[in-house]
């Protein structure tokens, strides 16, 4: 049996591999530490589970639920929107919930894009956008994130007949993977040029929580009138570490998300209640704020370990922000990051992502993802500037 022609050029996932491997490394005795996929290693907060409990132990929320998320769980999310980032939505048109952000990505393509129509996509990138828009029969124009430029796309040099063609401009801050963030002032300037092409901008946001050392990411959906052009995805996933229970939503032009929406009652039967129950628990109590300042500084001292030690290895590593991760540059000599990246794995027992995974010019750099305990990121880094010294 062959493969459809359209899943032409679709490979095994890169962490599908990569698992393979280090399973194969594992059985032989060796101990790798894992420091690859951006993955929460911690739980929800209680009371989110316990939502979920209660829910699951009614006799009534074990029947389907309403497509793409129930009333009061779109409510939730406009709760949450409005207390953190003072952005009023009106549930019932500008809101819809996602199995997990990921379906949402994919789906946008599906929904809006012809074939021919060209679809802007950061280099390097979240796969997701490059195989939603392939799947598509789209066509990918890399614009890329480089960093003299902060890591942010610099709109105004695509050339003139890609941006007559383009339906999409993508943008993901905090970004994976490069850990850059965005300044409200970018948005604006992205939501005229939106305007201006007649471009719908889709930002992908789900690291938006996840900050540092008091910085607090902004939303697109601030800048007015961004409704208009834009739409934004959200995850529970790593704001509320649930990335397990497959919870996000999108929020936005109500046209969007209309016809996102109708695409997905083609697909899918919405969530488990107790999975919107525990969500709309994590949205709207406010006991999670304290939580989430509390998480963010279990990883701020994750990232602060591997900051200094690359530091100490003489790599000129940036402190990041926000997001799960680490980006940094490949010592002087190294030339290919998956080349570096292997021989870490099998020499020092520590697996990182290369850089070139996210599109060609992630090349030069490796990403570290902060979901490891601090005791494990300690030995990982001394492994690895031990690694680098010899
Ligand atoms: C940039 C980005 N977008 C979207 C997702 C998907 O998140 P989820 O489907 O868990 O909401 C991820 C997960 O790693 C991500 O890094």
């Given at each position: 049996m062959k493969?459809?022609?359209r899943?032409?050029?679709f490979?095994?996932?890169f962490?599908?591999q990569?698992?393979?491997?280090?399973?194969?490394?594992?059985a032989e005795?060796?101990?790798?530490?894992r420091?690859d996929?951006?993955?929460?290693?911690?739980?929800?907060?209680d009371?989110?589970?316990?939502?979920?409990?209660?829910?699951?132990?009614?006799?009534?929320?074990?029947?389907?639920t309403t497509?793409?998320g129930?009333?009061?769980?779109?409510?939730?999310?406009?709760?949450y929107?409005?207390?953190?980032?003072d952005?009023a939505?009106?549930p019932?048109?500008?809101?819809l919930?996602?199995?997990g952000?990921?379906?949402?990505?994919f789906?946008?393509a599906?929904?809006?894009?012809?074939?021919?129509d060209?679809?802007?996509?950061?280099?390097?990138?979240?796969?997701?956008?490059?195989a939603?828009?392939a799947?598509a029969?789209?066509e990918?124009?890399?614009?890329?994130l480089?960093?003299?430029?902060?890591?942010?796309p610099?709109?105004?040099?695509?050339?003139?007949?890609?941006?007559?063609?383009?339906?999409?401009l993508?943008?993901?801050?905090p970004?994976?993977?490069?850990?850059?963030v965005?300044?409200?002032?970018?948005?604006?300037?992205?939501?005229?040029?939106?305007?201006?092409h007649d471009?719908?901008?889709?930002?992908?946001?789900?690291?938006?929580?996840?900050t540092?050392d008091?910085?607090?990411a902004?939303?697109l959906m601030?800048?007015?009138?961004a409704?208009?052009v834009a739409?934004?995805?959200?995850s529970l996933s790593?704001?509320?570490?649930m990335?397990g229970?497959?919870l996000?939503?999108?929020?936005g032009?109500p046209d969007?998300?209309?016809?996102?929406h109708?695409y997905?009652?083609?697909?899918d039967?919405s969530?488990?209640?107790?999975?919107l129950?525990?969500?709309i628990?994590?949205?709207?109590d406010?006991?999670?704020?304290?939580?989430?300042?509390?998480?963010?500084?279990?990883?701020?001292?994750?990232?602060d370990?591997?900051?200094?030690a690359?530091?100490?290895?003489?790599?000129?590593v940036?402190?990041?922000?926000?997001?799960l991760?680490?980006?940094?540059?490949?010592?002087?000599?190294?030339?290919?990051?998956?080349?570096?990246?292997?021989?870490?794995?099998?020499?020092?027992?520590?697996?990182?992502?290369?850089?070139?995974?996210?599109?060609?010019?992630?090349?030069?750099?490796?990403?570290?993802?902060l979901?490891?305990?601090?005791?494990?990121?300690r030995i990982?880094?001394?492994?690895?500037?031990?690694?680098l010294?010899?």
């Amino acid at each position: 049996m062959k493969p459809a022609d359209r899943m032409a050029g679709f490979g095994a996932y890169f962490f599908a591999q990569l698992g393979k491997r280090i399973a194969a490394l594992r059985a032989e005795g060796k101990d790798i530490i894992r420091i690859d996929i951006g993955a929460p290693d911690l739980p929800p907060p209680d009371f989110v589970i316990e939502a979920l409990v209660e829910s699951a132990r009614r006799p009534d929320t074990h029947s389907y639920t309403t497509y793409g998320g129930t009333p009061e769980f779109k409510a939730a999310v406009a709760t949450y929107y409005q207390r953190r980032f003072d952005v009023a939505l009106d549930p019932a048109t500008e809101v819809l919930g996602l199995i997990g952000s990921k379906e949402g990505l994919f789906h946008l393509a599906q929904a809006l894009v012809n074939p021919g129509d060209v679809v802007l996509i950061p280099d390097p990138g979240y796969p997701t956008y490059r195989a939603g828009t392939a799947l598509a029969g789209g066509e990918p124009y890399f614009v890329p994130l480089l960093p003299e430029n902060d890591f942010l796309p610099d709109l105004e040099a695509i050339p003139a007949d890609i941006l007559r063609r383009a339906k999409i401009l993508w943008l993901d801050y905090p970004n994976n993977p490069t850990s850059a963030v965005a300044p409200l002032s970018f948005f604006e300037e992205a939501v005229a040029f939106a305007r201006k092409h007649d471009i719908l901008i889709a930002h992908d946001a789900p690291y938006v929580d996840v900050t540092f050392d008091g910085y607090q990411a902004p939303s697109l959906m601030q800048v007015p009138g961004a409704k208009e052009v834009a739409v934004e995805f959200n995850s529970l996933s790593k704001s509320f570490n649930m990335a397990g229970w497959r919870l996000g939503m999108m929020v936005g032009n109500p046209d969007v998300v209309r016809y996102v929406h109708v695409y997905k009652t083609q697909l899918d039967t919405s969530h488990f209640q107790p999975v919107l129950a525990g969500g709309i628990a994590a949205l709207t109590d406010e006991r999670v704020w304290p939580w989430v300042e509390e998480r963010n500084a279990i990883y701020k001292e994750r990232r602060d370990i591997v900051v200094s030690a690359l530091r100490e290895a003489g790599i000129p590593v940036e402190t990041p922000k926000a997001s799960l991760y680490v980006w940094y540059p490949l010592p002087e000599g190294e030339t290919d990051s998956k080349d570096f990246c292997s021989r870490a794995l099998e020499e020092a027992g520590v697996s990182m992502t290369p850089g070139s995974v996210f599109g060609p010019h992630g090349e030069g750099f490796v990403r570290v993802s902060l979901g490891t305990s601090a005791d494990k990121m300690r030995i990982a880094m001394e492994r690895l500037v031990a690694w680098l010294k010899k």
